[in-house]
């Protein structure tokens, strides 16, 4: 069902962990399945002056897919302008893993929403202006937070740890 | 005499491809096949005989070797039709009803009262829609909410032909409450449905207090057994209808059976040749029914050994398991098939804890949303109101007749190690 190139990622994943000295964090959850993904950049300028994601790393509780979509798309968005990074999507991530099961493919959307939110918040906590994808993309995933944090209501451990 | 094989085996292959676009695209596909290194590893792995450990027996069984033995000359020698007055047909005839009186004793049945079917979902089908077909009039079904799919959703789609529906509750282990199912029952109650033995955490239901209950309200009841035939004795008497399916005993799949009591109304669903007293048309699937008889006389015959062992397995799993953190059990710790444990994972996910353990081997299942196709948890975990993310984390190990020591050692080896690193890469850190 999934790829050898899935199967890779998943295996040894690739920026796995909490980075320590992070800019901001991306957290979503999937509402399709329930699942959830933290993702930390470290924001750097480089040699021109351009903001970079210099680092990057993820922890995430979901399926294979999940797993090595996290994986894969912490390796594209790697070393990438801010503006760059706004613009992956999840079908890349998908095709860089060389394909997903069709009923997989929202995991891959996990990976884009908590590239998305990181550097969101990002801007926002800098008091930048949001580009109007990235604030219309805010909207949209904040609104299935809200309905995951519903549904796990029942969890506390993820209660804690999400505050 | 290598380049002879070739050839023929390249001949077989254009052969059964046929048309010429088929064969081509296949010899395109071919590369990428063997290129792939997942049907590489289990290509290898088959090859080496690197140690595969199956502890998914209740999804199906590997067919035991006394039983393709026993099948296979109905497959060859004596291929007549059950049906047919010839000599083939007689002959197999004969075999098959040595069969049915063979699966009756075990059931403590007659002959008369089995319906050989292609598998237990037919079987449920059958039970439920054609005591429905029988006593038109009776307009109330009542099953738990943990039933097998092929009851559940045959009683769904009966809510659309007008039927009503109680679906009951069952309690953190799986079981039902009797005094609401004695209240449950109406008039025009029709039948109650309720499994001997839950496939995905292995509760047990006490069949003859609720057989009983049914007897003095007048109902019928059907109890799917699927996962508790040939494993533990099935105490019947207050039973009606029970099904059976052969894949989960170490039979072949696609055969089953409906035991259906004397006298119990029951109307055909399969219309045809009126085979099986006309009950169920269709060729008697005669290999099946040899191999089904064979597999229960290997169940039967190594019975409590065989559950001495596992349940052995069973308590070992619960202990040990319950020695990793942030770990429960789902189900009974004690009333419950040996066969079967369910255990959740805080903080992870099942389906990846699957894949990582198949990386090693070994053969699990998961009631996560994650592995379904609809994305939705196992409605059995659901219904024991266990957190949502606990029911993400399932795990079902099922054992089985070949299960050894050795193999559930290896898991325990194994599944701890698996669950930290999953525990590793999740946002959600256990014990913290
Ligand atoms: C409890 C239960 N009922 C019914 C079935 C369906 O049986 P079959 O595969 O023979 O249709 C299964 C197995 O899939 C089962 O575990
Ligand atoms: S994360 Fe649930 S299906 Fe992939």
Known sequence: MYTDKVIEHFRHPHNMGKLDDYSAIGKVGNIVCGDVMWLYIKVEKDEQGREIIADISWETFGCTAAIATSSMSSEIAKGKTLDAAIAITNREVAEGLGGLPPVKMHCSALAADALNEAIYAYLAEAGREIPPILARRH????????????????????????? | MLLRILISAYQCQSV??????????????????????????????????????????????????????????????EYGNASSLHGFGLRTRHAMEKSREEIADTLQASPAEIVFTSGATEANNLAIQGAARARPNRRHLIISKIEHHSVLHTCQWMETQGYEVTYLDVDRSGAIDLDELRGAIRDETLLVSIMAGNNEIGTLAPISEIGAICREKGVLFHTDAVQAYGKIPLPIETVDLLSVSAHKLSGPKGVGLLFVRKKTPLLSIVHGGEHEQGRRSGTENVPGIIGMAAAARLSFGEMEETAARLRGYRKQLIAEIAAIPGTQLNGHETES???????????????????KLDEHGIAVSTGSACSSPNLEPSHVLVALRIPLAMAHGSLRISTGRQTTAEEIDTLLKFLPRVVEELRVISPFKVGE
């Open chain 1, 139 to 163: 909207d949209r995933i904040s609104k299935e937070v809200i309905a995951l944090e519903e549904r796990y209501r029942a969890f506390p451990e993820a209660e804690e740890s999400a505050t």
């Open chain 2, 16 to 77: 059964a491809l046929g048309r010429r676009g088929d064969l081509r695209r296949s010899v395109m596909r071919t590369p990428v096949h063997l290129t792939n290194r997942t049907n590489l590893v289990s290509f290898l792995q088959v090859i080496y005989m690197m140690k595969q450990i199956y502890l998914d027996n209740s999804a199906t069984t590997a067919v035991a070797p006394e039983v393709m033995e026993a099948m296979a000359p109905f497959f060859s020698a």
């Open chain 2, 337 to 355: 098939l040996h066969h079967i444990a369910n255990f959740s994972f805080q903080g992870i996910e099942g389906e990846s804890m699957v894949m």
